[in-house]
T-cell receptor
Framework: AQSVTQPDIHITVSEGASLELRCNYS??????LFWYVQSPGQGLQLLLKYFSGDTLVQGIKGFEAEFKRSQSSFNLRKPSVHWSDAAEYFCAVGPPGGYQKVTFGTGTKLQVIP | GAVVSQHPSRVICKSGTSVKIECRSL??????MFWYRQFPKQSLMLMAT?????????EQGVEKDKFLINHASLTLSTLTVTSAHPEDSSFYIC?????????????FGPGTRLTVT
């Protein structure tokens, strides 16, 4: 069975500082991996996804993530955080072939302080 | 980009009544729609997957008679919570996907906050 672990429930960073959100997955083969962002009371927006190829994936809003097979990780990074990045971030894993049965992590809430 | 809407955004109902939540794909045809439930400070739990014109596939532990899903058209799916109880209070989110052939992205609706009193 596929699963996702986001070890950090809550992270606080200063505006302008760099950010790394951790994500570890469990899956028998190379899965499809996603990062979503959810603003309060809103649905989810896809930041980026990894299917195959280059292990460093660029997404929207200046985010990137790196797939590391040996560590079963897909950490999300941003070099300089903006106050508008404060939100909840979800890592997700799905089986190869598409977006069926995507399993979400428990989320990391990001707080940005001035 | 593709837009998915949900209606209502918030609903309060009394225990024992039923409530219907609509999920619409506004600018694309959704062959598949997913319904999720999100508890406070928790992740999204997939409740069911519905394909247009066929019965929904429910995840283990989800009562199909309590959470009725209808996907009658390529742009509309509905979730009806029947005989609602306070423990059904939650944030319900739908997502929609277009063509299977290109494994196109899931687009999420803004969610519906259900409160059962």
């Amino acid at each position: 069975a596929q699963s996702v672990t986001q070890p950090d429930i809550h992270i606080t960073v200063s505006e302008g500082a760099s950010l790394e959100l951790r994500c570890n997955y469990s899956y028998g083969a190379t899965p499809y991996l996603f990062w979503y962002v959810q603003s309060p009371g809103q649905g989810l927006q896809l930041l980026l996804k990894y299917f195959s190829g280059d292990t460093l994936v660029q997404g929207i809003k200046g985010f990137e993530a790196e797939f590391k097979r040996s560590q079963s990780s897909f950490n999300l990074r941003k070099p300089s955080v903006h106050w508008s990045d404060a939100a909840e971030y979800f890592c997700a894993v799905g089986p190869p072939g598409g977006y069926q049965k995507v399993t979400f992590g428990t989320g990391t809430k990001l707080q940005v302080i001035p | 980009g593709a837009v998915v809407s949900q209606h209502p955004s918030r609903v309060i109902c009394k225990s024992g009544t039923s409530v219907k939540i609509e999920c619409r794909s506004l600018d694309f045809q959704a062959t598949t729609m997913f319904w999720y439930r999100q508890f406070p400070k928790q992740s999204l739990m997939l409740m069911a997957t519905s394909n247009e014109g066929s019965k929904a596939t429910y995840e283990q532990g989800v009562e199909k008679d309590k959470f009725l899903i209808n996907h009658a058209s390529l742009t509309l799916s509905t979730l009806t919570v029947t005989s609602a109880h306070p423990e059904d209070s939650s944030f319900y989110i739908c997502s929609a996907r277009g063509s299977v052939a290109d494994s196109s992205e899931q687009y999420f609706g803004p969610g519906t906050r259900l409160t059962v009193t």
